[in-house]
């Protein structure tokens, strides 16, 4: 996040904050340093988590009645049992962690945000699953798991597409080294025949929500690369009090079925199959989403063997 903490009045901030805006780059460059929403900063932090707990829309986390289904369809497709180790990467505040410790698997959550973490800490205490239920903050790219240890690893609603291709490509690499020979990886990615390519620009003011718990103007914009099927949003926000003014980008990035599958295979996986729309599972947003299921090589027999 690109913050104006200029030390004049609010009014001279507001004028250079307008002035910011007025001479933005035309488009932001790809994959800059510091794209990316500021997961770890503890105030976004906490207003992140208000958007994932709110049942009302699935902006940040899918509604309740949605995940039962997929936790239903996980435990299916990944072939999970009690007792199962599982990597739950960008878990934010373990909406599905304690879920899979509850039917009694052991889980380990892993996400940037610490307002989430602490919150899923108190979630698995108060489903009584804290024994098996562990979370750390960190980030994902930054973070190494213990090898050959899991059954099966999460990488759900389109978290992966947030890295650049070839961050995104070590972290498969990263959940291949963290499956035991025979575990599942599930990867969920945007349809890339669903995904919006056009540009646009939009605004709105609030008094509260994700971008500031006081008064503010909301300026976005969103570009698309078709040579590098990337998706570029900018997000300019301007606080009326205080007159400062938060750039941040977010970058999505777009995977036809065939490359995303390629990177897989090429990560150390044997099959991996493709499910479209959830495989028709009554999930309200599925048909925008792609779910890939990918077991680890090294051979069927040492499917078995478990650390």
């Given at each position: 996040m ?6 004049s009045?609010?009014?001279r ?6 002035w910011?805006i007025?001479?933005r ?5 790809l994959?800059?340093?510091?794209n990316?929403?500021?997961w770890?900063e ?14 009302a829309?699935g902006?940040?986390?899918?509604k309740t009645v ?7 369809w996980?435990w299916r497709?990944?072939?999970?049992n ?10 934010g505040?373990g909406l599905?962690?304690?879920?899979l410790?509850?039917?009694g698997c ?5 996400d940037?945000?610490p307002?989430a973490?602490a919150?899923?800490r108190?979630l698995?205490?108060?489903a009584?699953v804290?024994?098996?239920?562990r979370f ?6 930054a ?8 059954d ?18 070590r972290?498969l690499?990263?959940?291949a ?7 599942r990886l ?13 540009s646009s620009?939009?605004?709105y003011?609030?008094?509260q929500?994700?971008?500031g718990?006081?008064p503010f103007?909301?300026?976005g914009?969103r570009?698309w690369?078709?040579e590098?099927?990337?998706s ?12 400062s003014?938060?750039?941040?980008l977010l970058?999505?990035q777009?995977?036809p079925?065939e490359v ?9 996986f044997a099959?991996v199959a ?11 947003d ?12 090294d051979?069927d027999?040492?499917s078995?063997?478990r650390?």
């Open positions: 690109n913050h104006d903490d200029s030390t009045g609010p009014a901030r507001l004028e250079r904050a307008l910011r007025y001479r780059p035309e488009r932001p460059a994959w800059q340093a510091g990316n929403l500021p770890h503890p105030v976004f932090g906490e207003r992140m988590l208000r958007e994932h707990l709110d049942d829309h902006a940040a986390s899918r949605d995940r039962i289904w997929q936790l239903a996980l497709h990944l072939a999970l009690p007792g199962d180790r599982v990597l739950d990467l960008t878990c505040p599905y962690a304690v879920p410790a509850e039917r052991e889980v380990l959550g892993v940037f945000n307002a973490i919150y899923a108190e698995a205490i108060a009584g804290a024994g098996r239920c750390v903050q960190a980030d994902v790219t973070w190494t798991p213990e090898p050959a240890r899991y099966a690893v999460l990488f759900l609603y389109g978290q992966l597409a947030v890295f650049p291709p070839d961050q995104a490509r972290l690499q990263m959940t080294t963290a499956l035991r020979p025979g575990g599930c990867v969920e990615l945007l349809d890339p025949d669903r995904v919006d390519r056009s620009r939009w605004w003011t609030d008094d929500g994700l971008w718990d006081a103007l909301h300026l914009e570009f690369d078709a590098s099927l990337t570029t949003e900018r997000f300019l926000i301007l606080h009326l009090e205080t007159g003014l938060d750039e941040i970058h999505d777009v995977y079925v995303m599958s390629g990177h897989i295979t090429a990560a150390g099959q493709v499910y479209a729309a959830w495989d028709g599972a009554p999930i309200a599925a048909a925008e989403w792609v779910v890939y299921v990918a077991r680890r090589g051979g027999a040492a078995e063997a650390p």
